[in-house]
């Protein structure tokens, strides 16, 4: 086992993005640790005050001298650190970016520092974070975000997260790919010389003499570690095509426990505006803000109401406890496809939630008496493929003074049960679809974006390369949109009551 490299050229940008991303995220936390992921992460990026080793210049300083930028995400099954800089800073990029793997060995003061840090961004989270949760948890048993808790993150001492580290940064669990304008046959070279002693199992933090060293603060040149004998699995940048559904299946690697996290401090969900969705070649890291999409509602009299008329009666659907929120609403969590396992249906879901955001939801607000908003989120807060990780459509439906719970749910099951039976036209489909592909190419042009969506899919997802995605969204068909109308109802679901303050 060893590290996966995927390269993709893209000559005359002048610029080259580098992605690590391993397979460790939130719900690899230890128990009694929630957060430990995130907080590694953190302690990723040196900031040249002992967080590593004495004397270690800081990795984000370093970067943005040579005109760069970087930054990281941690996810629920997986964490991926990005860096943009000038192309001929590459050799230079890549030696730090082994070195702090290979160096890794965090100060107390610095993992005290930074757990301050976190809990100021749970702190920052809201109200609109914790309704998202609230609907996972309940829908997806045990899954939890991965911001971590303040109160378990309290008293992590260095050698918790050394160990951490040790145990799920390991090259067999690791993706590494570069995006931009670079020759592939050199950018083999490069990594095999500077991650060769990233070796599986590595119990301890490497020597600094086998390490490249920072002088004068600038950016130092590729070491000379010596490539370990095979260590480097290089891997084509699948180009766009056919989708794969169309071809024989691929499987997923292995990626390890899967994980929980997603943006700390995002703008609350809203019962007002519904953006079009986007995919997450990209995602926001710990603070990104939320992507409203929305998705339909389906009546289905034996999935909501038994003979007695009470909700939740269904062994699909699930009655939770009372949510405090900004108005009286109501919140419900579908649980999506598997994107691993039927990734057909996973996208003609999301390509649902877009139809329904576009014109089906503005006509149940319009024509139903009960609900005066609707809106639906497709994936953890609202970035659908941002993980592999189980997950859930959210949708929001504002209650009118008078109106209850089961009438309000009611009315969305009877917009999803329509589309369930009878296949959208032609023309509503394909005004979906092409938003979403939209918004796939303006995501695609980005080279970070890029590096990231080719890691993630590498790791995680085979079939989500960043010019295939189009592809797959394009190809899905009226019959696809009813055949994920149906499995959203079989699907459980939850159903949360939301309680806006007393006047």
Do not use: K
């Amino acid at each position: 086992m060893s590290l996966r490299l995927v390269t993709e050229e893209t000559p005359g940008r002048g610029l080259v993005a580098v992605a690590l991303t391993v397979a460790a995220g939130g719900d690899d936390d230890p128990p009694g640790r929630h957060g430990m992921a995130h907080l590694v992460e953190h302690l990723m990026f040196p900031r040249g005050d002992g967080a590593t080793t004495e004397g270690d210049t800081g990795f984000v300083a370093l970067v943005q001298e040579a005109g760069g930028m970087c930054n990281a995400e941690t996810h629920r099954d997986h964490t991926v650190l990005h860096t943009v800089v000038p192309a001929d800073a590459l050799p230079d990029v890549l030696a730090l970016e082994a070195r702090r793997l290979l160096r890794f060995r965090p100060e107390p003061a610095t993992v005290r520092s930074e757990t301050a840090v976190i809990a100021e961004e749970i702190r920052a989270a809201g109200a609109g974070a914790r309704l998202w949760d609230t609907v996972l948890a309940a829908l997806h048993p045990g899954a939890r975000h991965a911001y971590g808790t303040t109160a378990e993150l309290t008293g992590v001492t260095a050698e918790e997260a050394e160990s951490f580290f040790r145990a799920h940064y390991r090259p067999e669990r690791a993706v590494l790919s570069v995006v931009g304008d670079v020759d592939a046959g050199r950018v083999a070279t490069l990594v095999e010389r500077e991650f060769g002693a990233w070796a599986p199992g590595l119990p301890t933090a490497v020597p600094p003499a086998m390490l490249p060293a920072a002088a004068s603060g600038r950016l130092v040149p590729p070491s000379l570690t010596p490539a370990a004998p095979g260590g480097l699995v290089p891997l084509t940048a699948p180009a766009s095509g056919t989708p794969a559904w169309l071809t024989p299946t691929a499987t997923a690697p292995a990626s390890g426990t899967p994980t929980a996290t997603a943006p700390a401090s995002g703008t609350p969900a809203s019962l007002t505006a519904a953006a079009p969705g986007r995919p997450a070649l990209l995602t926001a890291p710990v603070s990104g803000s939320l992507v409203p999409l929305t998705t339909p509602g389906t009546r289905h009299s034996t999935a909501l109401h038994n003979s007695s008329g009470h909700l939740g009666s269904s062994p699909r659907s699930t009655l939770g406890a009372p949510i405090p929120y900004a108005r009286d609403g109501v919140a419900v969590g579908h649980a999506l496809a598997d994107p691993r396992g039927d990734f057909r249906l996973y996208v003609a879901q999301v390509v649902l939630c877009e139809l329904l955001r576009r014109s089906r939801l503005p006509h149940l607000v319009a024509t139903a008496p009960e609900v005066d908003a609707a809106t639906v989120q497709c994936g953890y807060q609202g970035q659908w493929l941002a993980s592999a990780a189980p997950d859930l459509a959210l949708v929001l439906l504002g209650r009118v003074p008078g109106a209850g719970t089961e009438e309000a749910v009611g009315r969305w099951l009877e917009a999803l049960g329509e589309l369930a039976a009878t296949p959208p036209g032609e023309t509503e489909l394909r005004r979906a679809a092409r938003v979403l592909r939209a918004g796939c190419h303006r995501q695609s042009d980005s080279l970070p974006a890029r590096a990231v969506t080719h890691a993630r899919a590498a790791l995680l997802l085979p079939h989500a390369t960043p010019d295939a995605l189009p592809a797959h969204l394009a190809a899905v068909t009226p019959a696809d949109v009813s055949t994920g109308a149906r499995a959203l109802l079989a699907a459980p679901r939850t159903v949360h009551p939301l309680e806006g303050a007393a006047a």
